[in-house]
Structures are given as structure tokens and as C-alpha cells.
């Protein structure tokens, strides 16, 4: 009998009854956590030019809900332009107590596949230690899944980071956020942590998935965290090497695969090809800014935000009130709390952070499914969703048709992108699609894909019959997107290939299937 894992398993059944005794309400975790972050920074640069000492006592002594109100009027919104060049880029330069007290050592590289440069986010210890107590709660809760074996728990993880030897930058250092929470793994974690320190280092993606095949057969993995597209991958790449059927052959006891970054639905379909049974699935939303949800028992629909642990929440309703027609923010939008959103309505997620973050637009929309339990789903990028004149289509709603007719015609879709263009006067949509098969008959694929769409989305329907006169869909091998991703260095790690593209991405995306030959 496995008496660790045995042991371990009671610990964390014990852990869950504990936390969900404890476990204040969502408001008062988010009011407790904006105090300690505002008194952690009330004597740095930002904290006192905002006047921070008065927001904190408004918190203490104030009455209910006026500190919000306060906060609101004090702290305007940001987004990554407008902090960086206020604020981080002292950071940046090595100057201290800026937004966060100290000087700042770490950076994490956004994938800058939206926007024209790389971002710089800060990485603090304190946003290293909030990961980190995070992961542990996101192991914890696997405490609600009642059939896992004693022994799992003595298993490896199998954790597909972006490299841990970082840029050393004089000052600080920068690279993918995953890298440098590998680096920074607890001590008591590391023999159960894989690939192991010398892979993790390496810094072709190439070169790492080799070596990490090379050493699969001697690991026994019970766990996978990483990027749905680069685990497929990796896995399809092990089963090739080892000449089996299925990545159970190499690794039996394996059940559990932690993902994040974007929708598993468009891979779940090959994913699932690859395995002798099913895993169990965990969710995650682990940002270059934080970890900021996931899924803490089976079944659920969404990932419960992490209320209570150095990330303090806002919600900007997702309408036209409060953004233009390219997702811009428009001057003084409508926030709000936790307890003051709606369930079923999408919301741009401001974050003010123990790395030094405030009210922070970070880009991503979300939907509440469960209001009272904090339970949210991803449903897209302010800036990846089209809305050319009217049709308001959402990543969400792109990510469900596509499944849908993949199913639908026996397609396996792992990569897709869309593109608003101009077409006779007015407008079209222009999707490409990645698949494994060969022979897809276009045109039937793009007749399923508009009747989804219309189905999923009244505004799309509407439109469709005035102003969006057209779609088009070029079918290609999967490879043309991962292809794109390496000639941009963006292979592995956090990287996620960009369900829209717009302005001058759309250009560079054609001219690279022209000269790779995809498409004329």
C-alpha cells in the first residue's frame, strides 16, 4: 500500500472540509484583500500619489461599500500602454518602490501575439508566493475527486513550461511566466517535478520536446500540466518514438491533465485519440498577471476566482457603453465588485495586484455561470472578437461552432483564426481553418459553419442578412498555424496562436502562407 500517497489523500480530503468551513463571502475576501494590498504599497511611488492611507482607512472605518466607491473616483483604470509607460518602465530601469514595494527582479514576457510589441509584466515575490499557494490549492482540490488511487499522489508531474534559464537583463530577469515559476519550485516538490531542471532550461522547443521523449519511458506520470496544443503535441510526438497505440502505454498511470490558456474543446476530439482511457480535467486561469481561477470539483462548468489571495477583482461590462468597436475601453467606464455582477453577462476583468498592478485591464472577457460560488468562464480577448457592424461575435461563439461542425463532418480542428475584411462596400468574415484530413470540402464546411454561428448568436444572424454579405474559409494543415508560431519564436510555453486577427497582423498572417506556400 502506498502510505504517503495514502496519507497525502486524507490530508487534502481534510484540507477541502477545513477551507470550505472557513471560507468567507466573496465580498468580504475581495474587501480583506484590496486592504492588505493597499497597506502593503501605501509608501511606493503609486501608492502615494493616489493617497492610498485614505483608501485604507476608508476600508477599516469607512462605511459598507463606500471604500469601492472611493477607489473607483482615486485609481484610474490602466491598461498595458498606459502603466507601462507611467509607471513600470521605472520598474523596469531598476528603480525601486514604484507600484510594488522593492525592486522588481523578474519579468514575464506576454506572447505579443495581439499587439505589435512584447509585454513586460512584473513578477513579484509576493505574486511568486501567491502562484505557488494557489497551485497547492488547485492539488488540494483534487481531494473532491473520489475515486483517484492512493498512489497517484506519489506520481510525477509532468509541468511543459516555457525555459527556466531566463534573460538576465543586468537588472532583472525576463522570460514566459511558466519558466519562471519552474525555476522557482517549492524544494519538497522537486522529485516529483518532470521534466527536471536541465530540460526545463532549455531554450529551443524543439530540442526540449526531444529530450523529454527521449526520457518519457523512464518517468511515471500521473499528472500533466500545460497548453492543450503543445501537451497534444508532445504526446503524439512520444507515441510516434515509442511505436505504441497510446500515451498510456508509456505512462499507465496517468489521469489528470491541468490545462489553460484557451478553450480544450477544439482539441479535446484528437486529444482524446491519444489516450487508452479518459483522464480527468482540470481548468485553469493562470495569466502573465496571476493566478486567477480554476476548477475545484468535478462537473463544474467554471473556475472559481481566487478571491483571497493577493488579486483583487473588477468587472467592466462588455458593451458598446464601455468599448468601441475594436475593443478599445472607452473614458470612464462602468466597474463593478464581485457581488454586484450578473450571472450570464460578459465582463472585461480589471485586476489591482500584489505585483503591483492597478485596476489593470488585462484583456481577457469572462462570464459569471455561478454567481454565488464566484464560478466564471473565459470567453474571449476584448480585442479577439469581431464586431464589424453589428454582429458582436464573441471567441465563445467561434470556439462552439467550430466544435460543433467538426463533429458534425468528422474533422479533427485544433487551430482556427478569423479575419474581418472589406467586400463590396460592406463587410465579410474570412476564417481558416486547421485540420488533420485531407480532402475537406470547403465550401460544405463553410455553409455549417454560418448556419452554427446564426444559431449561436442572434446579432451574427441578423447581420448576416444585411451589412455581412460574406464568409469565406480556407481550409489548411494544422501545421501552417504552429508553423506561424515559430517564425514569430512563440513555439511552447503560454503561447496560444490568436483566434482573431486584426490591423496589420491580418496582412503579416497572409503574406506568411503566401511565402510558405499555403495558399496563393
Known sequence: ???????????????????????????????????????????????????????????????????????????????????????????????????????????????????????HIPVTKAMSR???????????????????????????????????????????????????????????????????EKIAAQKDWGLKLEEITKQAHEWDIGFIVGVPAWIQLLMEKIIAHYNVKTIHDIWPNLQVFAHGGVSFEPYRKGFEKLLARPLIYINTYLASEGFIAYQTRPGATGMELVCDNGLFFEFIPFNEKNFDSEGTLQANPETLMVDQVEEGKEYALLL???????????????????????????????????????????????????D????????????FTVCGVEYESLFAHHWYIGVEENDVDAEVLKSRLDARLAELNDDYAVERRHALKEIFVTVLPNKA??????????????????????????????????NSGYTA
Open 130 to 196: 501567491a502562484i505557488q499557494k494557489t497551485s497547492i490549492r488547485q492539488i488540494l482540490s483534487l481531494g473532491h475527486y473520489k475515486n483517484l488511487p492512493d498512489n497517484l499522489y506519489e506520481k510525477g508531474f509532468l509541468m511543459l513550461s516555457g525555459s527556466t534559464n531566463l534573460n538576465n537583463q543586468d537588472k532583472h530577469f525576463e522570460g514566459d511566466l511558466s519558466g519562471i515559476q519552474a525555476k522557482q519550485i517549492p524544494y519538497w516538490f522537486r522529485p516529483y517535478y518532470k521534466p527536471g
Open 481 to 514: 498555424f504552429y508553423d506561424w508560431m515559430k517564425s514569430k519564436g512563440k513555439m511552447g510555453g503560454q503561447h496560444k496562436f490568436p483566434r482573431v486577427f486584426k490591423n496589420f497582423l491580418i496582412d503579416d498572417w497572409k503574406g506568411f502562407l503566401k
Open 404 to 415: 460543433l461542425v467538426a463533429d458534425e463532418m468528422g474533422l479533427t480542428v485544433k487551430e
Open 1 to 119: 500500500m502506498a502510505l504517503v500517497g495514502s496519507l497525502l489523500k486524507r490530508g487534502i480530503h481534510f484540507s477541502n472540509i477545513v477551507a470550505n468551513r472557513r471560507k468567507a463571502g466573496l465580498h468580504q475576501q475581495q474587501k480583506k484583500t484590496l486592504a492588505k494590498l493597499l497597506a502593503k504599497a501605501r509608501y511606493t511611488e503609486f501608492g502615494e500619489k493616489y493617497n492610498f492611507d485614505e483608501l485604507l482607512s476608508s476600508i477599516l472605518f469607512g462605511e459598507k461599500g463606500a471604500f469601492y466607491e472611493l477607489y473607483k473616483k482615486s485609481v484610474p483604470v490602466y491598461d498595458y500602454n498606459k502603466i507601462f509607460n507611467e509607471w513600470w518602465h521605472k520598474s523596469l530601469e531598476g528603480k525601486k518602490d514604484i507600484c510594488w514595494p522593492g525592486q522588481i527582479k523578474y519579468y514575464a514576457l506576454s506572447s505579443g501575439t495581439s499587439e505589435a510589441s512584447t509585454k
Open 352 to 402: 489591482s495586484t500584489c505585483a503591483g498592478a492597478w485596476r489593470y485591464l488585462i484583456g481577457d472577457t469572462v462570464r459569471f455561470v455561478d454567481k454565488a460560488k464566484g464560478e466564471i468562464v473565459i470567453t474571449g480577448r476584448t480585442k479577439h472578437y469581431l464586431s464589424l457592424c453589428g454582429e458582436h461575435l464573441s471567441v465563445d461563439n467561434m470556439n462552439k461552432a467550430v
